[in-house]
């Protein structure tokens, strides 16, 4: 058979491109749907997508599969993700930073920093050849971090960026790190960062592209990666910092003008930034560039409000009073470069602005009254904090005052505590010291590391469940006040509202999944004077049947809980989901008989699912239901088809659900700048 060449026949050319570009645009159209499942972590739906290709003999693809991968992570499948990048390398695709970048978000959701070492490890030892991590990967990475508090792992990817890998922190890499050490109250170490992003900002070229402040001015283009200014982890001599300027002058037209285009910021976007191998020309997006200047500015605060905080913490107000003067600056730019576009400021996140400004406020009044007790009185509200995490990375020293260290001698490899109870209050101290600065106070002598752990074990009962008269510190003789507990917390606000209105009449405990909200939440309590309130840190599918004690919390409150997806869909598919019957069934556990339950949200498709969850539920032995309906004046029961338990909506009187008193929540906040304003009640109790 003669092989037909291309042009001597113009129809079947035609017919030929026309077939192709029509294979083309399906492949596109059942992406775009396999993507879309993905994001509504509709996992089944995602798969039934992508088998389509196969059905209608459309060409497989490597973004086809890291979409279906896609799927999979945002499902809680990390099991499956991983399957998914086996059929890649089987299908002959070489698997890339997105692939593995997703990978990297399946261990931060499930906040497993080990899985996510692994899969660095995996990436970087790929073959043929590695996949060097990006600046996306590494942030990846350091939320992982963040969210269960691993500041030594985060410091030591940091370092890795450079060292390795060759790539350019961004503002989103200073923001997670800064945060994480001043949390761990590692001042110096957080003083040194926020030197070395000021100077970067002031050095380098542009910012993803941005002009900078001083230099070129406003017709800048983007350097080429690593061969700017900014400092590397490890710190710069002043003689490679010249070197580096006068490479930047020699930097001719001729040389810019051989930098290929980036594709991705022609489109609108290069998530990227520093550390993308292509040219950033500011001309073709000056929004975009007006935007990332935006958050420059914004990191800037952070950054600024960290090192203030983590010297607030260890009573250093001289410290605190200079990060405060730059954070106020960076704040007066950041409105500054808002005033020049009024849409700017659309575009920066209005929660994280709004909570930039309280913590400023929070920690400029503080500043002004300068207690020097302020380290000791951090110190006692960690006495009731208590962080249900996997064991983290511990610092190679002490690194002195305000380094975090402060450890104690078998942190440097003594024998492990045996039993379960000890090995408990071992790693419960471990993340005291290490992740919210118990090191670091008693470095500088405001905090005994031998009477926290004597208080710890005395708490965690020898079954490693908390006892509430131990925690709040009940004589004996005296009656324990009811003990109310919000799950979900998140930064705090409403349980430390709860807490104030309730002093004298009840105990409360926060329970939140994310080691940073949880530091916002024992700082809030601290300001607001609520010493009393309880702060348990980690994942509540685990704590409440493993750590709260059978029968002993009056109520529990779950406000703006977190659907299967954002619209409640009955169809989505997700591990993530704390909501369970098995969860339910734990927390009748914890509850006293007669318990209640109160369930606060805005997703009136979620609230009838948990109805209808909460009705079925039976006792396993034939005891009955393990839930009955609580009527609440006021309200107007919306749903009473089908189910034993009604839903319950404009509650004009909340203290009737069981709330101390009226207060936004975190979430309340976040959906209330938003378009849904209804707000519906569950309010159940324990059956015995």
């Not at 798969?47 to 973004?63: C, M």
């Not at 659907?563 to 927390?587: Q, V, Y």
């Not at 209640?596 to 805005?602: G, V």
Request: with cysteine; hydrophobic share 45%.
């Amino acid at each position: 058979m003669v092989k037909r060449r291309r042009g001597e026949d113009p129809a079947a050319d035609a017919a030929a491109s026309a077939a192709a570009e029509e294979a083309r645009t399906a492949c596109e159209e059942v992406i775009a749907r396999i993507t879309e499942h993905a994001a509504a972590k509709r996992l089944k739906a995602a798969a039934a997508a992508y088998a389509e290709l196969a059905q209608r003999r459309l060409p497989d693809s490597l973004r086809a599969r890291t979409a279906l991968l896609h799927a999979h992570v945002n499902a809680g499948d990390r099991a499956g993700a991983w399957a998914q990048l086996e059929g890649i390398k089987a299908a002959g695709f070489t698997p890339n930073v997105v692939v593995f970048t997703a990978l990297l978000k399946a261990d931060s959701l499930a906040g497993d920093v080990r899985g996510a070492r692994s899969t660095l490890d995996a990436m970087v030892g790929c073959r043929p050849r590695p996949v060097l991590p990006d600046t996306r990967a590494v942030n990846t990475f350091l939320r992982c971090c963040s969210r269960c508090g691993d500041t030594g792992a985060a410091v030591e990817i940091y370092a890795r960026m450079a060292d390795e890998w060759e790539v350019l922190p961004d503002a989103t890499t200073y923001r997670l790190l800064s945060r994480l050490l001043a949390q761990a109250l590692r001042l110096h170490e957080a003083q040194a960062l926020a030197t070395r992003h000021r100077e970067s900002s002031v050095t380098q070229t542009a910012v993803e592209g941005a002009p900078a402040e001083t230099g070129a001015g406003a017709g800048a283009v983007a350097h080429p990666p690593n061969q700017g200014t900014e400092l590397v982890p490890g710190g710069a001599s002043w003689e490679q910092k010249a070197a580096a300027k006068r490479a930047k002058k020699e930097w001719t037209k001729r040389e810019k003008s051989a930098v290929p285009q980036c594709m991705f910021w022609q489109r609108g976007r290069c998530d990227r930034g520093n550390s993308c191998r292509f040219f950033h020309d500011p001309a073709l997006a000056p929004q975009l560039v007006a935007e990332l200047m935006l958050e420059k500015h914004g990191a800037a605060v952070e950054v600024e409000l960290a090192v203030a905080a983590a010297a607030a913490g260890l009573s250093d107000w001289p410290a605190a009073r200079s990060a405060l003067e730059r954070a106020g600056a960076a704040r007066a730019a950041l409105d500054e470069a808002a005033a020049r576009d009024a849409t700017l400021m659309a575009a920066f996140d209005r929660m994280r602005q709004a909570e930039i400004d309280k913590e400023l406020t929070r920690l400029n009044e503080a500043a002004v009254a300068a207690s020097p007790k302020s380290a000791k009185k951090l110190a006692k509200m960690l006495r009731n904090v208590f962080l249900f995490y996997p064991e983290p990375t511990k610092p190679d020293s002490s690194g002195g005052s305000g380094g975090g260290g402060g450890g104690r001698e078998d942190d440097a490899g003594g024998s492990k505590p045996r039993g379960k109870h000890a090995r408990l209050v071992r790693r419960l101290m471990d993340m005291l010291m290490h992740t919210v600065g118990l090191g670091g106070l008693v470095a500088v002598g405001a905090a005994d590391a031998a009477a926290f752990e004597a208080r710890v074990g005395k708490v965690v009962s020898s079954k490693c469940r908390l006892r509430w008269r131990k925690v709040f510190g009940v004589k004996k003789g005296r009656e324990l006040l009811p003990v109310k507990l919000e799950i979900c917390s998140g930064s705090g606000d409403w349980a430390v509202a709860q807490a104030l209105a309730d002093a004298g009449k009840a105990h409360w405990a926060a329970m939140e999944l994310r080691h940073d909200r949880v530091c916002h939440i024992f700082n809030r309590a601290l300001s607001a004077g609520a010493t009393d309130l309880c702060v348990v840190g980690g994942d509540a599918s685990v704590i409440v049947p493993d750590h709260i004690e059978r029968a002993s919390v009056d109520h529990a409150y779950i406000n703006f809980p977190e659907p299967p997806n954002h619209t409640g869909n009955r169809e989505a598919d997700t591990k993530h989901h704390l909501l369970t019957p098995a969860f339910f069934r734990n927390l009748h556990a914890a509850l006293k008989p007669g318990g209640r339950l109160t369930i606060f949200s805005d997703q009136r498709a979620y609230c009838e699912l948990l109805c209808e969850t909460l009705s079925e539920l039976a006792h396993e032995r034939g005891g009955g239901y393990m839930f009955e309906a609580v009527q609440v004046k006021g309200a107007e029961a919306v749903v009473t088809t089908g189910v034993r338990v009604p839903l319950l909506c404009d509650v004009a009187d909340v203290t009737a659900a069981g709330h101390a008193v009226a207060a936004e929540s975190y979430f309340d906040k976040f959906w209330s700048n938003g378009d849904m304003t209804e707000r519906f009640f569950v309010v159940v109790k324990a059956r015995a």
